[in-house]
């Protein structure tokens, strides 16, 4: 019972992570935007991988609004 708790507990958190196509779709903007923003230190990112990242909407949000 404890494995399947931890697996529900990951893919609920996997499931708030966004892709960069997903983050553009919901903030209205060109993937390529996301992209800058991201290498330019502008918005807080996950890298799972060399070239996959992913994005929680919330934090991404707060640090456009605030600079944070």
């Known amino acids: 019972m404890y494995t399947d708790e931890i697996d ?3 893919k609920q958190f996997h499931s708030d992570l966004l892709t960069n196509h ?3 779709n919901k ?3 060109h993937d ?4 800058i923003w991201r ?3 502008r918005i807080p990112f996950l890298r799972l991988s060399e070239r ?3 994005y929680e909407l919330h934090k ?3 640090a456009l609004q605030y600079g944070n």
Not at 32 to 35: I, K, W
């Open 52 to 54: 996959k990242y992913k």
């Open 39 to 41: 290498r330019t230190g």
């Open 8 to 10: 529900e507990v990951e």
């Open 60 to 62: 991404v949000v707060r």
């Open 22 to 24: 997903e983050l553009a």
């Open 32 to 35: 390529e935007t996301v992209r």
């Open 27 to 29: 903030l209205g903007v």
